[in-house]
């Protein structure tokens, strides 16, 4: 195994990166398990205050970079990737140094890539974060996190957080990283921006010890969780406000507006009551008042509630600036309607008489009914239609 494994990675073009902080009593025997399989490793010293430096010096096959303060573990891959890079790797596996992690499971990283088809993999390790064994605190922040790499990516994964990785660093170079990533938050950083870039996120599974007599863990719970939940929300202002809106208007201008609609709108995959459900979403808060965030509103519950973004974001836009005075005027109206004030506007005198903030109670009532009975309106109508596309599509290839 070990004599396939060491042609493995020579063959993948493969190193090791061993980020390492103050983990003297563990990183002696994760280095002697890494060189059983290969001498291309890099260990990243980052700052540390106890005997790192001279346990290195005893390993001259092995490149070590020695930086003068710590600054995280994040920053540390990010500086063994760029000479990885440097040195014509096309792969790195990295892994902890704390003792947590078997250097004897690279093997399942290699086969896994060398049987895949698809090289374009960021491979992770799974520690099956339920295992009892797993200090509550690392099953506590990678919960937390592979939560909310689900809800940018929709990436279901097992485990998040694991250290023990092979990353595509060639495939990854032109990925421009933050520059507040410098901690753990970097490793979902890493899957976030390898996913929008298409490349694969899968798994193989690892062994994992959590020693408390002899492992140091950095990981600091309410920290490092915030510093992740921070990215993950600047990661989605991104994905609502670039990724999203980029993807649907690159489609559009591809497949142009008969296609995309015959394909992306009328004859997508999903069933008519949920395209009449994202019609009716799209609807409601297109008409609500909630100016200036219906962009933004509609995408995430379209994200949240499973709906088709396309077409809820499509049907938002019966807000659109030219729309707007008409909007209003119908707002205004259904709402003295239903307040029985006997005024009515014609959209000219609307436009250049008519007082909002005045009559702000009108608005807000007559928006919310008229966003209301429309959106159901509208949803049944969609529905009908959305159900005859499905039944004239089903009889084409029949």
Known sequence: MIKQTKAQLVALNCCVVLPTYNNQNTLKRVLDGVLNYTTNVIVVNDGSSDKTKDILNNYPQITALHQSKNSGKGHSLKIGFKHALSMGFDFAITLDTDGQHFPDDIPNFTNHLEQSANKNQLIIGDRNMNNANVFAQSAKGNRVSTYWVKAVTGLSLNDSQSGFRLYPIKAMKAIKWLKMTKKFEFEVEAIVKAHWINISITHVPIKVLYDPKERVSHFRPFWDIARITTLIIWFLLVKLFYVIPKNFFKKLKKKGLKQFIAEDVLYTQDAPKKKAFSVALGI???????????????????????????????????????????????????????????????????????????????????????????????????????????????????
């Open 284 to 398: 409601f808060l297109g008409l609500s008042p909630l100016w200036g965030f219906h962009t933004v509103i509609v995408i995430f519950l379209a994200m949240l509630l499973k709906l088709n973004k396309v077409i809820a974001f499509i049907s938002s836009n019966i807000s659109l600036p030219p729309f707007i005075p008409l909007v209003l005027l119908l707002s205004m109206q259904v709402g003295n309607w239903v307040l029985g004030i006997k005024t009515y506007y014609t959209l000219e005198t609307f436009t250049k008489n008519y007082d909002l903030f005045q009559n702000l109670k009108s608005y807000l009532i007559g928006s919310l009914v008229l966003s209301t009975s429309s959106a159901l309106v509208f949803g049944l109508l969609s529905y009908g239609l959305f159900s005859w596309f499905s039944l004239k599509r089903s009889a084409r290839h029949a």
